[in-house]
């Protein structure tokens, strides 16, 4: 039977085929330059131009008024931008027995100063009048029920409020 000599003939002439390809071929022949394998993805690829991702505001110049009943120059461009109140310093913090509100507003309003704990609850008014325009440093009296501690006090002058952080001692 003539089988067994095609099945060997065959076999030996794929082994042949196959090691004739696989020495032949480039990628068995040479080593693989390991300089040049990375495991890290590319990197994308970024613009250089810098992107500034913030809320700036415009460089506006202040230009200076004057209020003759005063004699005081000051920066007329927080009129013009709408602000009523501008608070420049509140002293001494942290504060034992008076407590010293330097502010200017922009006109004639009503002017409420409170004194709240660290969870938004009134604990004293110590003012509720209306103000004059210009700039002025209001004195206020704390009471003695006010225990030492962390409070804000919160200006208000036409809506617009203003909350500072003092230390009551």
């Known amino acids: 039977m003539n089988i067994k000599p095609k099945i060997t003939f065959s076999w030996s002439l794929l082994c042949t085929i196959c090691m004739v390809i696989?020495?032949?071929?480039?990628?068995?022949?040479q080593q693989a330059d390991s300089s040049k394998i990375s495991f890290r993805p590319k990197a994308?690829?970024?613009?250089?131009?810098?992107q500034i991702k913030a809320n700036i505001q415009p460089y506006k110049p202040t230009t200076l008024g004057y209020n003759p009943a005063n004699n005081v120059l000051f920066p007329s461009s927080t009129t013009k931008s709408g602000k009523i109140l501008t608070v420049f310093k509140?002293?001494?913090n942290p504060v034992s027995d008076q407590i010293n509100i330097s502010l200017r507003l922009d006109r004639d309003i009503m002017l409420s100063i409170k004194i709240t704990d660290l969870l938004g609850n009134d604990v004293v008014r110590l003012a509720n009048e209306r103000a004059p325009a210009g700039e002025q440093t209001k004195t206020y009296t704390i009471p003695n029920k006010l225990n030492p501690g962390m409070y804000f006090l919160?200006?208000?002058?036409?809506?617009?409020?203003?909350?500072?952080?003092?230390?009551?001692l």
């Open 90 to 92: 509140v002293y001494p």
């Open 44 to 50: 994308k690829v970024v613009s250089k131009v810098p």
């Open 22 to 29: 696989l020495c032949s071929s480039s990628i068995f022949a």
């Open 154 to 168: 919160r200006i208000e002058a036409g809506g617009e409020p203003k909350i500072m952080k003092i230390s009551v």
